[in-house]
């Protein structure tokens, strides 16, 4: 089966702290992976994708993820957290032409 | 407008009632797509539709019934709902299937009553 786990529901860090979001994934072809970023009351908007060309991806807002083939992992940071960056997290990876499968998310609190 | 937009934002409605949700996106895109989000869950891929045609329904009960007329407009038809139905349904576009990333509306939150 293919499909994608977030490691931790639920991640608080102070404002200038280091952000890590955890995501791995499971796939028997080489995977097409993306962060998607909620914010209350509003859809998915995308940070950030990888498609093979080089595995460390810049997204938008200071975040980037790393894909590491042997960890099946593509976890996102962000050096310094931000008040603003207070949102749920998605990880998602596309299983075929038609299907995307997501993670269940994880809300990222950041204390002042 | 811009990007992908979704109405009504918010929809409250009965057991018998008959009502649609109506997506539309901007962005010149060949794929449209509905997800239902509910809390403590993954969101769920409900519909695809490619070049106007459906093209992945996964197993979702009847009394959900999607449209998609042209490229650029989606709709989801609703009748004789369960209160399990509420959730916030996501409307989707992308450039084609494969590995383009999909821009998302903000969403229609329903309360079945």
């Known amino acids: 089966a293919q499909s994608v786990t977030q490691l931790g529901s639920h991640v608080s860090v102070s404002e200038g702290a280091l952000v890590l979001l955890r995501c791995n994934y499971s796939s028997s072809v080489p995977p097409y992976l993306f962060w998607y970023v909620q914010y209350p009351n509003q859809g998915l908007q995308l940070l950030l994708k990888?498609?093979?060309?080089?595995?460390l991806v810049k997204g938008i807002n200071g975040f980037e993820a790393e894909f590491k083939k042997s960890e099946t992992s593509f976890h996102l940071t962000k050096p310094s957290a931000h008040m603003s960056d207070a949102a749920e997290y998605f990880c998602?990876?596309?299983?075929?032409?038609?299907?995307?499968?997501f993670g269940a998310g994880t809300r990222l609190t950041v204390k002042p | 407008e811009t990007g992908v937009t979704q109405t009504p934002r918010h929809l409250v409605m009965g057991m018998t009632n008959k009502k649609s949700l109506k997506c539309e996106q901007h962005l010149g895109h060949n794929a449209m797509y509905w997800y239902k989000q509910s809390a403590k869950k993954p969101l769920e891929l409900m519909f695809v539709y490619s070049l106007e045609e459906r093209v992945e329904n996964n197993s979702v009960p009847s009394r959900f019934s999607p449209e998609c007329p042209n490229s650029s407009h989606l709709f989801l038809h609703l009748h004789t709902l369960q209160p399990e139905d509420s959730a916030l349904y996501l409307c989707?576009?992308?450039?084609?299937?494969?590995?383009?990333?999909?821009?998302f509306g903000p969403g229609t939150r329903l309360t079945v009553t």
């Open positions: 998602a990876v596309r299983l075929n032409n038609n299907d995307m499968r």
């Open positions: 989707a576009s992308s450039q084609g299937t494969g590995h383009y990333e999909q821009y």
């Open positions: 990888y498609t093979s060309a080089a595995t």
